[in-house]
């Protein structure tokens, strides 16, 4: 190994940063539930906004609309002792509610349970 300053050191065969097929770095992985809302957002027919309705968001998750409400009411702040790991955070505007990408995102990362298999 090569530890001369000012020189980057090189990495024995067995310990080299994984690549890809073009020799680039591989790009670093997604925070968990990232990768599976954009996954779920194309088999639902729809494109990655801002903010949601519950009614994309029950398309996007597999669920009524009236469950999303749910999960919804449930939701606490972080930090809260017994918090409802089934809680989803959204915005009112006006009447309406709106559920934050990264929400569901964060939503997919904690819940196992409503996931199903998109293939």
Known sequence: MN????VPPRFP?????PRGPHGEPDAPAEPDGRAELAARIRAAG???QVDYTTGEA??????????????????????????????????????????????LADWLARNTAYRRDLG
């Open 58 to 103: 029950a398309r996007i998750l597999g669920t009524s609309r009236e469950t999303v409400r749910q999960m919804i009411i449930r939701w606490e702040p972080p930090g809260v002792p017994g918090r409802h790991p089934d809680g989803l955070f959204a915005r009112r505007l006006r009447t309406h509610r709106r559920i934050p990408h990264e929400a």
């Open 46 to 48: 729809l494109r990655p």
């Open 13 to 17: 065969p067995a310990v080299r940063p």
């Open 3 to 6: 530890l001369r300053p000012g």
